[in-house]
Nanobody, 124 residues
């Protein structure tokens, strides 16, 4: 059974940085494209970033381009999201997700497995 466990969330001031990690167990990370999503209370889950199986392709939400970087280590079975220049509007629960499909996707329904989420709070 595939399990995803996020870590690294917390409280940070605007302009600060956080690094999220997502460890996979039960399957090899290299089998999946990996995505990060976020969700605020009362709002729909929002795509943030995705990285292909090999790491050769990435895609980002426009509002995080240049500030966030997604990366992966298939040996350590871990995917990362480095978040710099954080803004209060980045506050949300962040989820990692695994997609065994053919192409990278921004669509949450494409993803087969989800972590439990980690809270990121950015104070102004």
């Amino acid at each position: 059974q595939v399990q995803l466990v996020e870590s690294g969330g917390g409280l940070v001031q605007a302009g600060g940085s956080l690094s999220l990690s997502c460890a996979i167990s039960g399957r090899t990370l290299g089998n999946y494209h990996m995505g990060w999503f976020r969700q605020e209370p009362g709002k729909e889950r929002e795509f943030v970033a995705v990285i292909s199986r090999s790491g050769g392709t990435t895609d980002y939400l426009d509002s995080v381009k240049g500030r966030f970087t997604i990366s992966r280590d298939n040996v350590k079975n871990t995917v990362y999201l480095l978040m710099n220049s954080l803004k209060p509007e980045d506050t949300a629960v962040y989820y990692c997700a695994a997609d065994k499909g053919t192409y990278v996707s921004r669509w949450f329904a494409s993803y087969d497995h989800w972590g439990q989420g980690t809270q990121v709070t950015v104070s102004s």
